[in-house]
């Protein structure tokens, strides 16, 4: 991915022809996860392999490797070994790791799975590392879910409301939203790999929109600087939003995660007329400031859209200088309980970011 440095010089036509390609995956969709997300020493840990679409696997094998950290961060590295192997396995594949680790430990685990694809077998794999509770390092936050170097993917930092009085709940409610919210969207599902997640051990407070005042950050802020993200999670029901990259979201909400993260991670503008701000990012924007602008885009997404497709930001009373091409019920005009989809011009600009990440 490294070679990509001249992606914002690419023609539009390259671009769409790379948003096509990128939507290709070999079948079957498989997710990993492990649960609970950030467990304490000698806890069960589950690993799945979710199949989420139909397709062979072949084979499949998993992995662990079991380093430790101590408070000054430094890693001891473990030695990887074999904890299962699966031949043409039905279903979804699972295995317990039945008492599982040391106090700070950091386990690495990896899946190998050999899907077929017509007269081809195709490797995929899954490398993922999460922390031991409590993460021995002071002020940092526990990483539960890392896949690549943080420069080169989207880091996401879930922080705990000071209203939130059950942790387990909410721990599992961090892990709903990367299993129900990130790899559940089809985009984001797509970049899955570009994602980490982790825990913060100190609290913040989530302000409404309209109140008039920000949220309070976690007494380590300073620390989680290298996060592109940091998700308040609260129980209070408020209107929630997103500035420099720290958004609030109810805990079990997952369309507002997606929509704020659509802010924080992707720099998406909103969709909804209201009172909120409206710009449009220089590469694959959401919202352009001319009609005539938006019709000369509609034809970048191939035959998602047609000029037909452009509307005003515009509702009641409500009316901006702003067009958009999204359909109504894009993630970057709703948000709440359950998630919907960004559309096409929301997706490039995902597309997009994930680029300006891997090649920055
Ligand atoms: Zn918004």
């Not at 430790?68 to 699966?86: D, F, K, R, Y």
């Not at 980490?196 to 620390?223: C, L, R, W």
Request: hydrophobic share 35%; aromatic share 10%; with cysteine.
């Amino acid at each position: 991915m490294k070679n990509l440095k001249t992606f914002p010089g690419w023609s539009m036509a390259a671009f769409g022809f790379l948003l096509l390609l990128t939507s290709c995956e070999p079948a079957p969709v498989t997710l990993a996860l492990h649960n609970p997300i950030y467990p304490t020493a000698s806890q069960n840990v589950t690993y799945t392999l979710e199949r989420v679409t139909t397709g062979t696997i072949n084979s499949a094998r998993l992995f662990e490797t079991v380093s430790t950290v101590n408070s000054a961060g430094t890693i001891t590295a473990g030695t990887e070994t074999e904890l299962q192997s699966w031949s043409s396995p039905a279903g979804d594949l699972s295995f317990v790791k039945s008492g599982g680790y040391a106090a700070n430990s950091l386990v690495t685990y990896r899946w190998e799975v050999k899907v077929q694809e017509e007269d081809k077998e195709k490797t995929k794999t899954y490398r993922v590392t999460y922390a031991i509770r409590p993460y021995p390092v002071p002020n940092q936050p526990a990483p539960v879910y890392v896949q690549g170097d943080p420069d080169d993917v989207f880091d996401l930092v879930f922080i705990p409301d000071t209203d939130i009085t059950d942790m387990d709940g909410f721990r599992n409610h961090c892990r709903e939203n990367i299993r129900n919210a990130f790899f559940d969207e089809p985009h984001t599902r797509l970049w899955r790999r570009q994602f980490n997640f982790y825990i913060n051990p100190m609290t913040g407070t989530a302000k409404d929109a309209d109140s008039g005042e920000s949220h309070i950050v976690p007494s380590n802020n300073a620390q989680l600087a290298f996060a592109e993200g940091r998700c308040l999670m609260h129980r209070v029901s408020i209107r929630d939003y997103a500035s420099g990259g720290l958004f609030s979201t109810e805990q079990e909400n997952r369309g507002t995660v997606l929509h704020e993260s659509g802010h924080a991670l992707f720099k998406l503008a909103d969709e909804y007329c209201g009172n909120t701000s409206y710009h449009a990012q220089p590469n694959s924007p959401n919202l352009w400031s001319s009609q005539a602008a938006a019709e000369a885009a509609a034809d970048d997404y191939g035959s998602c859209k047609t000029i037909s497709d452009v509307r005003r930001i515009q509702s009641g009373d409500c009316v901006k200088n702003w067009w958009k091409l999204c359909v109504e019920n894009c993630q970057m005009k709703v948000s709440g309980l359950n998630h919907t989809q960004y559309d096409c011009p929301c997706r490039a600009r995902i597309t997009t970011r994930v680029f300006e990440l891997t090649s920055d």
